[in-house]
């Protein structure tokens, strides 16, 4: 089975703005998707800047602990890498495609991402990452089309060992 990882990043911000004072939250999350044999594991750490300006500037930073999504490959239904202008230059990014609806809810539920769709997971990634994000993607392919075939030749193999190990119910000729 492949093995494979990934970078990514996400990035959003918040500003409010009182009479008496301006807040700007800047949340970052960095992570690694990972390719693990019959698993594709998200490993990610969100770090949070809050800057309040008012009377004086106060910066507070929070970091929080790496947390890790494992995730079997069959709610996986793919990845791809959007080749359109936009994507090419400024923003490369790569999209998980979930075959179950709930498969992104541990890290993109109430509290987390909003996603777009809830069948697709869109990671920012840098630009030199898109070739890796490419090759990510065809190797996770090639992963799910392993799996694919494996479920699809062990149901076979049984179906055919019950017909091999059948009893003979004639007695052989000339006996």
């Known amino acids: ?7 990514f990043h996400l990035k959003r911000s918040e500003d409010e703005f009182t009479s008496l004072q ?6 970052q999350v960095h992570g690694l998707l990972v390719l693990d044999g019959e698993r594709l594991v998200v490993q990610w750490r969100r770090a949070l800047s809050t800057q309040k300006l008012g ?3 106060k910066t507070e930073r929070e970091v929080d602990a790496v947390e890790e999504v494992e995730l079997p490959l069959s709610a996986v239904a793919g990845a791809r890498v959007p080749d359109d202008l936009w994507s090419r ?4 990014r790569v999209v998980l495609i979930a075959a ?3 498969a992104f809810d541990q890290f ?9 769709h809830p069948a ?9 990452d898109r070739l890796a994000a490419m090759e990510f993607s065809a190797e996770l392919a090639l992963a799910l089309a392993e799996l694919s075939v494996g479920r699809r030749l062990g149901s076979d193999d049984r179906s055919h060992d019950r017909r091999i190990q059948k009893p003979a119910t004639r007695p052989p000729p000339g006996a």
């Open 108 to 116: 993109a539920g109430g509290e987390g991402l909003s996603l777009e």
């Open 55 to 57: 009377t004086g500037m």
């Open 100 to 102: 179950d609806l709930k």
């Open 22 to 27: 301006m807040i700007t939250r800047v949340e």
């Open 1 to 7: 089975m492949p093995h494979s990882a990934l970078p």
């Open 89 to 92: 230059w400024f923003r490369p």
């Open 120 to 128: 697709e997971l869109v990671l920012s990634i840098r630009r030199r």
